[in-house]
């Protein structure tokens, strides 16, 4: 379905890939912080304070009770990859390896990301067409730069970099409520191809990273699983982070001359993550409103993004997130709080600017696009 851009979207999910949300995000945030949605038949978290008591919640679970792994993918390669994905669960068995990522991570040095994303756009290729050059640099660069981090054969030649670019955006797409048989179907082959991946280990972080989880306990089909999903995330979250800097650069070319300030302005201005999901475990109070076990709660991380953004605009004493000194919006809050923003910035960044030096221009791709078909994501595909 295509949205008229000069109404307001019908209700949060269609709000994703709307032209412009923001406005209809700050007035939810601001009339209905928290609220049930009859016709999505969900809870909505719209403002700051609900969204960060969401998150934070000891009863909000990432999966539904009982579901540890969507249905479709349940009993396949796909579902045993998924199950061991620790940002898509819950408990103490994951949180050695939760623990471990968050320290490493934090110790990646940001121009040695940009590094790895510029050596690895020298395996892609760059057409006449421009706007196809641009959406597949947008969702295999980081993949590839985040495999050449870690250590994964995806960076030894283009063939293979393509190959397994493509197989993560498979896996990525079949998780996806949106995913249909054929999707579903693709997903599956790509996890039972990925998880026979060798990892060498053979870069200082990764064998770093790789001994710290092991010392911790955590077995290695662990360890590779979620290495893994740090591709998977780079093919969503920074592809939408790529796609919209560009679209930012469209109407603000100066910006290129600074693409880190860029990025962070993208980031709280028109983040690529719009909202995440939480069900409850149990019984329990929340946002002082009593919920049952197994509803569901659609957490507005963009709108709670929106909303701080316009605070910080009208009143320069309200203590928001960004003055705090936090991510807003699209990297979380709380126990599941993405920790590879840095990372996602730095590839972002070095992705952006590769592509200016190859002669792509935001202006043309900007003149046609449309975004992705998605729940919950922000990714632009230029037509």
């Not at 999966?63 to 669960?89: D, E, H, K, W, Y």
Request: glycine share 6%; charged share 20%.
């Amino acid at each position: 379905m295509i949205l008229d851009p000069t109404k307001p979207p019908p209700d949060p999910l269609a709000a994703v890939t709307h032209r412009d949300p923001y406005r209809y995000y700050r007035e939810l945030a601001r009339q209905q912080p928290f609220h049930r949605d009859a016709m999505l038949m969900l809870w909505v978290a719209a403002g700051p304070a609900e969204v960060a008591a969401v998150l934070s919640h000891p009863a909000c679970r990432v999966r539904p009770p009982g579901q540890p792994v969507p249905p479709p993918l349940a009993q396949s390669p796909a579902g045993t990859l998924f199950a061991r994905l620790i940002r898509m669960n819950d408990g103490q068995r994951h949180a050695p390896l939760k623990a471990v990522l968050q320290r490493q991570l934090a110790t990646l040095d940001g121009d040695d990301v940009r590094a790895a994303a510029s050596a690895s756009a020298r395996l892609l290729p760059v057409t006449d067409d421009h706007a196809a050059t641009a959406n597949r640099w947008a969702s295999a660069l980081p993949v590839i730069a985040i495999a050449r981090l870690l250590g994964f054969t995806a960076t030894d030649d283009d063939v293979t970099a393509s190959r397994i670019a493509a197989q993560i955006g498979s896996f990525a797409a079949a998780m996806s409520p949106l995913a249909g048989p054929a999707e579903i179907n693709a997903g599956i082959d790509a996890a039972a191809s990925l998880q026979t991946l060798p990892l060498r280990a053979d870069t200082p972080w990764a064998k770093a990273l790789c001994a710290e989880a092991r010392a911790a306990g955590v077995d290695d089909d662990a360890i590779a699983a979620n290495l893994l999903g740090l591709m998977v995330q780079g093919c969503e979250a920074t592809a939408g982070l790529i796609g919209n800097t560009l679209l930012w650069l469209a109407g603000d070319a100066a910006g290129a001359e600074d693409p880190s300030t860029t990025v962070a302005k993208v980031l709280r201005s028109d983040p690529p993550i719009h909202n995440t999901r939480r069900f409850m475990a149990e019984d329990a109070l929340v946002c002082g409103v009593p919920l049952r076990r197994g509803d569901g709660i659609l957490v507005l991380l963009a709108a709670a993004a929106a909303s701080e953004l316009e605070v910080e605009n009208v009143s320069a004493n309200t203590p928001t997130l960004a003055k705090r000194g936090e991510r807003a919006g699209t990297f979380g809050h709380g126990a599941h709080r993405c920790p590879g923003d840095a990372v996602a910035a730095a590839l972002a960044e070095a992705s952006v600017s590769a592509l200016l030096a190859r002669g792509i221009e935001p202006a043309a791709l900007a003149r046609a696009y449309r975004y992705r078909p998605s729940l919950n994501a922000r990714i632009p595909h230029f037509l």
